[in-house]
């Protein structure tokens, strides 16, 4: 059983930035995709970015392009998503996941992750 660990989150204004880290155990960490996802309260869980290294591919939310970048650090089982030109509407508790199996094609669905972190707030004042 994989355990995800993220933090990095706080409270930055508009236009800053912050990098998440998701520490990962085990010792496939390179073999499955790894995404990051958001929550706002009251809305539901959505699709930030995912790195589908085995394909060589990133993906972006549109809301996140350009902005946001997904990477890995294979030797210490890490990924990052560094923010940048925060808005206050990324306000949310971020979390990463890594999918359930190995995907033929970049995964994106919540569905599609079966181990997730416990979250770290992210909050962007205006």
């Known amino acids: 059983q994989v355990q995800l660990v993220e933090s990095g989150g706080g409270l930055v204004q508009a236009g800053g930035s912050l990098r998440l880290s998701c520490a990962a155990s085990?010792?496939?960490?390179?073999?499955?995709?790894m995404g990051w996802f958001r929550q706002a309260p009251g809305k539901e869980r959505e699709f930030v970015a995912v790195?589908?290294?085995?394909?060589?591919?990133?993906y972006y939310a549109d809301s996140v392009k350009g902005r946001f970048t997904i990477s890995r650090d294979n030797a210490k089982n890490t990924v990052y998503l560094q923010m940048n030109s925060l808005k206050p509407e990324d306000t949310a508790v971020y979390y990463c996941?890594?999918?359930?199996?190995?995907?033929?094609?970049?995964?994106?669905?919540?569905?599609?992750?079966?181990?997730w972190g416990q979250g770290t707030q992210v909050t962007v004042s205006s």
């Open positions: 996941a890594r999918a359930r199996g190995i995907y033929g094609s970049a995964p994106r669905a919540v569905s599609d992750f079966g181990s």
């Open positions: 085990g010792r496939t960490f390179s073999m499955y995709a």
């Open positions: 790195g589908w290294w085995s394909g060589g591919s990133t």
